[in-house]
């Protein structure tokens, strides 16, 4: 079971280039270990390292394998069997004939090595991969693709695969099931890859390979048919991302580059959404010519890590402003247990890649009980906006760092955009004057542009409180609360500190305990209505020696005068605070973490869009 990020490459040029600049690419799913196999039609030779892409790269530099102009490759990010060089993939069967890269999880791998080590294989590595071409040498019918489809049906699970065959040595073969796998093509060359970031240097012409289906690569064709063998005529999609959203430009890492682009990414997502006071979503219209909103008697929430925190976000506001009850759930808890769930639930499905398996199972079991689905992603053709009944692009452009940032901004004003557009088309909420929250909508990219200069300059003093500490607490009220949660989240992905966030009137029922002389606290005090009793949860802790950090708005002076360091962000609406209050977090976390030394942008043990549950 492996979460990883899988190459593939044939035509006239040399294949490793390709493969390593490819999985380079991709290296934000998963960064334990590598490897690739290459052919030049006599034989294959693979290579695998422990560790990144650069490490494998050193090793073919310093013991070059043979050149060819095919070959598959593979990012690790293990789940099942260690990170190690035998491992990682590409696997092969005894004699060296199947060569396999998967990503995903084969769910009966057991039961099947069961048969094959009864039938005498010799396994050398403990993943289920490994399954795979010793099953592909059992049914071998010297037919390569009628052995793979032999295969295909014994394994259970989601799984994406590209296979060689060394008497096949100009085809690769590609399988999707529920897990993500493009194939691009080329002139005299084709390309495959768990995601447009690696293809998008050779060709933005591409086709997602679909469950069922399986995709012969050759440098002249690529050619779709589904397993029974039924010729599919692939309708090929351009990518609209360019290269240059991809590359680093003057950036030391992905991170701090998708942080500065949040007044391009919000301004984005607002695109054409505002009108005349009103709010339109032409993708969502359908939903409400189908379904007049007080058809919902419920809308419930669920998403994972930062996905999750913005809905609890978005729950805390449509609360305030729809009469029905609003509730958010974690992905893999929804997806085992949940309340009654019928047509009268609308489920929104939070997920920045649109691949998050968690969040999958979550939207498959709301469909199962009938409930209405919206996925609101970053990927419009993802598994998850695939399944969802409707879809709301969050168009945030690629997010390559594995710490989520402008997706959690541009999922916030998503949800904010949705609020009020199903507000504005029924008469079963609140009556609530928008025009002051669409002002400020409008206005968002820009007071997001001045929170990155002022937070820039402060940030060196704010980055202090993390210093030699290895705890730190967040706590707020109201929205700055679940804001804390985001905020304690990146402090733990890339900084590796032990950062706890609270709701700052429970700190006196319990956690107080905690709380040392010096401890950090940065306590968020964006929301004016909540400021009075803020202060007084600062002063219970300043009272225990806390060093408490305030973050609040130009133009209030309480926290100044009750904190050890304050910083000032810009005013907008107290919706919106989360919005704006998030970027000296993560600015926070990013030096805290870049401070210590750490690869912010591959945080250890961690990865970006997790394919298994
Ligand atoms: C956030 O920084 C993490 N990368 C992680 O918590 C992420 O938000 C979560 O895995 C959900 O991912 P998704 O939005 O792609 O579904």
Redesign the pocket.
């Known amino acids: 079971m492996d979460l990883s990020g899988i190459v593939g490459y044939v035509g006239n040029r040399s294949s490793q280039e390709i493969l390593i600049h490819g999985l380079k690419n991709l290296e934000y799913r998963g960064y334990d270990s590598a490897g690739i196999a290459v052919s030049n039609e006599k034989t294959i030779e693979v290579r695998r390292e422990k560790g990144q892409i650069q490490d494998l790269e050193a090793s073919l530099q310093l013991d070059p394998i043979l050149k060819g102009n095919l070959g598959i490759g593979h990012t690790r990010w293990a789940s099942h069997g260690t990170p190690s060089v035998t491992n990682s993939h590409p696997l092969s069967d005894t004699n060296g004939k199947y060569f396999v890269v998967h990503n995903g999880i084969i769910e009966n791998y057991r039961e099947l090595r069961k048969g094959l080590v009864a039938d005498g294989v010799d396994f050398q590595t403990d993943t289920d991969t490994e399954v795979i071409p010793h099953l592909l040498a059992k049914y071998d019918t010297g037919n390569f693709l009628d052995t793979v489809r032999q295969v295909l049906p014994l394994l259970k699970g989601s799984f994406a695969l590209a296979i060689m065959c060394s008497t096949n040595p100009n085809t690769i073969i590609a399988i999707s099931q529920e897990n993500p796998l493009i194939v691009g093509f080329g002139l005299k060359e084709g390309f495959l890859a768990s995601d447009i970031s690696a293809l998008l240097p050779y060709t933005k012409e591409i086709y997602p390979i679909k469950n069922n289906e399986i995709a012969m690569i050759t440098s002249e064709r690529i050619t779709i048919e589904t397993l029974d063998g039924e010729p599919i005529h692939p309708k090929k999609v351009l990518i609209e991302w360019d290269q240059e959203e991809i590359d680093l430009h003057e950036y030391d890492y992905f991170m701090l580059k998708e942080i500065m682009e949040q007044p391009k990414t919000i301004k984005k997502t607002l695109e054409g959404k505002i009108k005349n006071s009103h709010v339109r979503i032409a993708e969502l219209e359908p939903l409400l010519n189908q379904y007049e909103f007080h058809h919902f008697e419920k809308i419930d929430i669920v ?5 999750y925190h913005s809905g609890m976000v978005g729950k805390k506001v449509m609360e305030q402003l729809f009469r029905i009850p609003v509730e958010v759930h974690i992905s893999s808890e929804f997806s085992n247990e949940h309340g009654h769930l019928s047509n009268r639930n609308l489920v929104i499905v ?7 398996a968690d ?1 999958l199972s979550a939207l498959k079991e709301a469909k199962r009980n009938d409930c209405v689905t919206i996925a609101i992603t970053n990927k419009k053709r993802s598994n998850i906006a695939r399944i969802a009944d409707y879809m709301l692009l969050t168009n945030a452009g690629p997010e390559l760092a ?3 940032t402008k ?1 959690y901004t541009s999922q916030i004003t998503s949800l904010i955009l949705l609020t009020i557009f199903l507000s504005q088309h029924s008469d079963k909420t609140n009556a609530y004057d928008y025009t002051e929250l669409l002002d400020a909508l409008v206005q968002l990219p820009d007071v997001v542009e001045q929170t990155l200069i002022m937070t820039q300059d402060a940030i060196d003093s704010f980055a202090q409180v993390t210093n030699d500490q290895d705890h730190l607490f967040l706590i707020g009220r109201g929205l700055d609360y679940v804001l804390a949660l985001e905020g304690a ?2 402090l733990q ?1 890339v900084a590796y500190l032990h950062a706890d966030a609270y709701a700052a009137g429970e700190v006196k029922h319990g956690t107080m305990a905690l709380i040392t002389p010096g401890v950090p606290v940065i306590a968020l005090a964006t929301q004016a209505h909540l400021r009075g009793k803020l202060v007084s949860n600062i002063r219970e802790l300043k009272t225990r020696e806390a060093f408490v950090v305030g973050v609040t708005t130009v133009g209030d002076d309480a926290v100044g005068e009750v904190v050890d360091q304050v910083l000032y962000i810009p005013e907008a609406h107290p919706y919106l605070m989360p919005i704006v209050a998030a970027i000296p977090l993560q600015l926070l976390a990013y030096y805290a973490g870049t401070v210590r030394g750490y690869n912010v942008d591959r945080p250890r043990n ?1 990865a ?3 394919t298994v549950e």
């Open positions: 998403g994972n890590g930062t996905s939070l997920s920045q890649s649109g691949e998050t969040s594995v710490a989520a997706a989240l990146k992905e961690l970006k869009s997790l």
